[in-house]
């Protein structure tokens, strides 16, 4: 994982884990459904510290779309 920039969809984590919301989201899956799927699938990085912050912005920038 890497950033190749300052903005919060140029890192690695936040742009996987925005991008997976948004096509959870477009398979009508609803959203309590996919943060459990989120939560499950990037638990690692959620629980890691370097990476938890990436994690948390990629999601909550999902949510204010």
């Known amino acids: 994982m890497g950033a190749f ?3 919060i969809l140029e890192n690695d984590t936040s742009a ?3 991008e997976k919301f948004y096509k ?3 398979k009508n899956i ?4 996919i943060i459990g ?4 699938e990037f638990s690692e990085i959620k629980n ?3 990476s ?3 994690f948390l912005f990629g ?5 204010r779309m």
């Open 16 to 18: 996987e884990v925005y």
């Open 30 to 33: 609803g959203v309590s459904e």
């Open 52 to 54: 938890k912050t990436d």
């Open 48 to 50: 890691h510290k370097h």
């Open 24 to 26: 959870l989201l477009e």
């Open 59 to 63: 999601l909550g920038l999902a949510f």
């Open 5 to 7: 920039g300052t903005k």
């Open 37 to 40: 799927i989120i939560n499950d």
